[in-house]
């Protein structure tokens, strides 16, 4: 196997694979409204999973990957996504892993885990109906809730991971972490990132890793608990024994042992999401010029701090 490293000695093990950059929501971090998830839906073409599988294999045999994490976009609107799971869980790479907006997760959870993935993540801003259309302009924020019960009682591995935003959602750290709680599940709040039509206005909306804090301490006294590496992050224990984290991309930044290469819907990699410069792969890449690419790749990570880019997480996978 050849490693594929950098002076830090970072390691490609957790691949991210964007299945497509369309979505049901229209969340105010990821797209600037409604036209722009209507324009990029009219023009939207899914690589097959067989292309899709070709190319995770084609990664896997240079990298020897631990975990696969299936994005997008909204990657419940694939239309081949069991036979994709399926499909990677054939190749033998032990943890097969998804995140989702959750609003079609009550009826495909069962059938992805029977396909054999393990893990998902559910994005969740608010439990406030009024305050979940402001976050993601949808209404029925239940869809998303049975959406998690129904990943729990299909017996997957659940995380709630949640924007929060000042200005907008900050009061619903506590609502967010009760319906974590009650379910016994973790949640993740995660600090704005600098990313897409965001990239030079984040720091207007950045709640701190030390505010989401002090808001969780108005209910719950915790202890922090030791960092995993390469986890993307931070987690406290409450006295009652429920954990939640804190991805602090900005307060605690967690570049300096990344793991991860991500693998946008049009065959591109890329090392970082702070780079926008695609990298392509294609079928006719010899081993010799795929190690290239993934050099390239690891040449794009940041070593200090997260600084973002102009690319979309809508296109470039969350």
Same mark, same amino acid.
């Given at each position: ?70 994005? #997008?976009?909204?990657?419940?609107? !694939? ?155 931070? !987690? ?33 990699? !890329? ?36 600084? #973002? ?10």
């Amino acid at each position: 196997m050849t490693l594929i490293n950098d002076i830090y000695n970072r390691a490609f093990k957790t691949l991210r694979v964007s299945l497509l950059s369309r979505c049901n929501l229209s969340c105010v971090y990821c797209t600037m409204g409604e036209d722009e998830v209507k324009e990029n839906n009219l023009h939207q073409h899914p690589a097959p999973a067989a292309i899709l599988l070709q190319q995770i294999q084609q990664l896997h045999s240079v990298l020897n990957l631990e975990t696969i994490r299936l994005t #997008g976009g909204e990657p419940l609107l !694939y239309h081949e996504l069991t036979e994709l799971i399926k499909g990677i869980a054939a190749t033998g790479i032990s943890k097969i892993k998804l995140t989702t907006n959750g609003f079609l997760l009550e009826r495909l959870a069962a059938p992805m885990k029977e396909a054999g993935l393990q893990s998902i993540n559910v994005s969740l801003d608010a439990v406030d109906e009024d305050l979940f259309f402001l976050m993601s302009k949808r209404n029925h924020v239940q869809k998303v809730i049975s959406g998690i019960d129904a990943a729990i009682a299909a017996g997957l591995q659940v995380k709630i991971n949640s924007v929060i935003m000042k200005g907008m959602n900050a009061d619903q750290v506590i609502p967010l972490l009760d319906v974590a709680f009650e379910r016994n599940i973790p949640i993740r709040f995660l600090e704005i990132m600098a990313m897409g039509h965001l990239h030079d206005s984040a720091g207007n909306y950045l709640f701190t890793q030390e505010e989401i804090l002090e808001r969780v301490s108005r209910k719950y006294t915790f202890i922090k608990v030791e960092r995993a590496k390469a986890a993307t992050a931070n !987690y406290w224990q409450t006295t009652e024994g429920h954990r939640f984290g804190i991805i602090a991309n900005e307060s605690e930044p967690f570049c300096h042992d990344c793991n991860r290469l991500r693998l946008d819907s049009n065959g591109n990699i !890329y090392g970082c999401l702070s780079s926008n410069h695609p990298i392509t792969l294609n079928s006719g890449n010899d081993e010799a010029a795929l190690i290239s690419k993934l050099q390239q790749a690891m040449n794009q990570k940041q070593r200090l701090k997260f600084t #973002g880019s102009n690319l979309s997480m809508l296109h470039i996978g969350g």
